[in-house]
């Protein structure tokens, strides 16, 4: 049974950081790109971050470049979002996606709210 798990949100000021990490199971972590994905209220999920398997392809929205770093640990399946210099309009809920399609919510877990207020 593929199982994601995300963690590490919470509530930070502007310009803070957080890093969230992703305990998977039950398929080849290994194998698969991985992406970090967010919907803040009222609009639509989108892609955050991506990494290749072996992680050396990294990709970014626009709006995170520069302040998120995406890695993994394929040895403990583990994925991970560092995230800086945060911004309002960073606050949504974010997941851990297997694969590249971040609608189905079968690929990605129940997700970990992130909210940048002062």
């Known amino acids: 049974q593929v199982q994601l798990v995300e963690s590490g949100g919470g509530l930070v000021q502007p310009g803070g950081s957080l890093r969230l990490s992703c305990a998977t199971s039950?398929?080849?972590?290994?194998?698969?790109?991985m992406y970090w994905a967010r919907q803040a209220p009222g609009k639509d999920i989108e892609w955050v971050s991506r990494?290749?398997?072996?992680?050396?392809?990294?990709g970014y929205t626009d709006s995170v470049k520069g302040r998120f770093t995406i890695s993994r640990d394929n040895d403990e399946n583990t994925l991970f979002l560092q995230m800086d210099l945060l911004k309002p309009e960073d606050t949504a809920v974010y997941f851990c996606?297997?694969?590249?399609?971040?609608?189905?919510?079968?690929?990605r877990g129940p997700g970990t709210q992130v909210t940048v207020s002062s």
């Open positions: 996606v297997k694969g590249a399609d971040i609608q189905n919510p079968l690929n």
């Open positions: 039950g398929f080849a972590f290994s194998t698969w790109w």
């Open positions: 990494i290749s398997p072996r992680s050396a392809k990294k």
